[in-house]
């Protein structure tokens, strides 16, 4: 994980020490930035917020890596498979395979930084299997595995915040730290030059609510994703994906922008909801609702044979182990369009929820081992889960899609380590790491490869950034200063004119309602499951925001940590964004993974085995791309949508969604039992066997 | 997920705001009030304030600032005092802090400089974890780390769920203007680092960074950190194990 090249000039002709930028302090971005450190190479970082702020806390289940601790029989090629399947094959598989062979060093590195893994007897990191996996494969430390990667990530880069840039004579640079980190800034712009390569960012004090123009010799995109764009979703209150809005709104190509996954565990507050970690189902958790729909007894009054356990009875082999998707479509399913799950006691009205319940599994967990999971959801009042069931239901939790990078794929069709086209977008000198790029999940992701994919793809990417840095023709830091100077006043007249108010479009908003209404929409439009309607109104309630962006009003003239002009200058990038995500959902029109089409309820990889790609048109809709062809390091490379599977080739579910008109809640008692005492019993490929009939008693 | 039609209720926010670092003569309270929903949080209706924002005599305001991030309890950024207490604005529930509908007293923590309204600057907190060398000195290798006890990672991860909120920054005596105290977050990171089985190979440069003036024993023992940590690290078992280490250290360290 280490680079060893004699490195190229520290500094530009004009004798600027030549940094590269990293945006987003999570864990994608602190892990790229460690590996330029550890490259030699000077490094910004920047973020909203400190370190230990970013929204990776919330990634809890664990670490993929198959070190068969368990003895299983597991590998990097069971873990390549499981991440294919559960992806629907819509992710690059020599890529994946490279991930899931550096997965345990990962976890190796981890462990020595100071994440407390759990142990196994013999003190090594023992292993859960979380959902979609067919082993136990997940290190993990509690139910705070991102907390704990995150506070380790940030140890070590104030670790090299110490440690001064040295030349290649071996003299230190006064007052030049190797690592720099600008906190409380947020990206509003790229700066590009005449031939439309990225030399630097033009980022807005969060506090003093300065716009600035900064050179550097690569930019590195970390900023997470924007299933804050959902409402009532389980995103963090900074995944609005307005660092990636600025990127599209400046030529970066999109991939894959309607695959947003639903964590089908969450518990639903006011306006939001708060996931309940995959590892509440990895360790023991079972889902239920009351066998006759019109049961309105306390959950723990619903005696055992009165319960029905869906998705054990749907998904015989995987059980409640099914990746997110196939959870949480039965879950919907279930409860709205067959009007099943929890009532409520008093009014008798479906509850849109079904039970989760590790009651059965408490007395046998280890201390701490559902840490984040039990004090959370009752904190937040939901209940303590391993004292009574806890109702859950579907929330919006994070992008599977995102800026489309590049890989380059060697002779031995594997990924070419220090390639600079690895992780770059589409705009030459901008690269992305993270959720905020679309290359690791395919459709779905498995659980447990969020933080594995965002620190491979760290260090991949850092590998590029300083091959790319070392085959520059001319540094960044020697362009002349009237291309920042316009980039810096061009943002900075955007923001005062949207600090200044409403320059018509209706009656004056405020930016945080029209950012709700815009929320609505894409909760409405591409949920769990996107029928046509609601694609279209969707669409129509996007193209009316769109006109009523002018009106937009912040009633805050103060010039200091003025939150709702930060908000209104980055709407009309989150609109397009949205227009974007609602366009894609309406071309991909099958169901795969995350995305799942009401009206076309099967995968067809004859025509959609590729990633959707998207480029903005000036007119701020999407104009959907075949290929991409963009210039790397002074080369003009092409790159089709298909995606690679030259591995295994398109591999299937192994365990089929509930298709077309399957029910998924139980049929009444008095027809199951006698009828069909087998059905329960039997395999996944049954499924499509079933009668349809059924469906016409919903 | 119910949503009951007939419920009108309002709760009350008592907001301690200031304007600008540089102007705290702008600090007053403010009086808003937004309807009530069930298992609403503090950040809720805060959320709510920002949406329509005029105070209780119905004029337009500017919104009210605070950070959020998680909306789990899990990254610290919406800390605030929460009728008295330092607590996080998304984990707090309404009915928690106001069950007879009494008003909910909103104040920045007030240990740290205001930046404005309930946004504090808590930068101190890490520069802190710089003093006392909180960190591993990885090298480039590839290696498993060392193996670890089942109860030996228990102690650990339980020391390791600090969220840097600051609330033990917040209730400490000896933290203040005047002092250099590191606090009780960056002792206890000390502890787990050197518990761990690769940073205690460097435990001797920790404890010597907190031997020193701000440093452990300028802890008062007042015991306040461990009561109002969010986490229930226990900080104060850290400590006292420091000030054993550091003494014993600063007796016969020349023998290690």
Redesign the interface.
Known sequence: ??LASPGPALRSEGGKLRRVAVVGAGVAGMATALELA?ARVPVDVLSL??A????S??SRGGVNAALDVNGEGDSPRQHFEDTIRVGESLAHQPLVSAMCEAAP?IV??L????V????T????PAARRLPGSSHARAAF??A?T???AV??LD??L??F??EPCVDARGVEIPGEPLVRRLEHVELVGLVQDDAGVCVGVVTQDL?AMTVKATPYDAVVLATGGFAGLFAGGAA???SLGTAAAAAYRQGAVFANAELIEHHPTAT?????A??VSSAARAEGGRLWVPRDPKDLRAPRDIPERERDYFLERLYPSFGNLVAHDVAARAIHRLCVREGGGVR?PR?G?S???VYLDLVHRAARL???QL??VV??TT????GDPLAGPVKV?PAASATLGGLWVDFEKGEAGRPVRGSPRNHATSVPGLYAVGEVEHQYHGAQRLPGNALLASIFGASLCAQAVASYRGAMARSAYDLPRSIFEKSEKQRADEYAAALAGPKGGGEPL?P??LL?ELRAALADGCGVERDDDGLARAEAKLAELDERRAAVEV????S??N??AALARALPDLIDLGRLVVACAKRRDESRGAHARASHDARDDGRHLAATLARRAPDGTPRFLDAVEYTCVGATVHVSAAIDTSVVGPLAREVPRPHGSGRVSAPPAKDREPKRPARAERGGADKKDRPAPEDEEA | MSTKKDDRRKVRLRVLRQDAPDKPSSRRFEEVEVDLHPSMTVHDCLEAVRRRPVNVKGAAIAPIAWEASCLEETCGACTMMIQGRPRQACATLVSEVSPKGQPIVLEPLGKFPVERDLIVDRAKMFDALTRVRAWVKLDGSASPAPAEGQGAQQGRYELSSCIACGACLEACPEVHDGSAFVGAAALNEVRALNLHPVGRLDRGERLEAIMGDGGVADCGKAQNCVEVCPKAIPLVDSIGELSRETTWRWLFGWRR
């Open positions: 994980m280490s550890r917020l400190p230990k702020r970013a929204p806390v919330a060093d190796h590195l462990d020595r930084m100071g407390p893994f759990h142990r007897g013999e003190g090594r430390a509690g705070t991102g907390h704990a506070s380790a140890q070590q104030r670790r915040e110490g506090r963090s209150a900074l639903h507050g006011h306006g939001r708060t996931i409520d009014s009205e509850e849109r929820a280890e201390p701490g840490r984040g004090d959370v904190r937040l009042g939901a239901f405020s945080y309602a709700d009633t805050d003239s103060s200091r940590s939150q709702a």
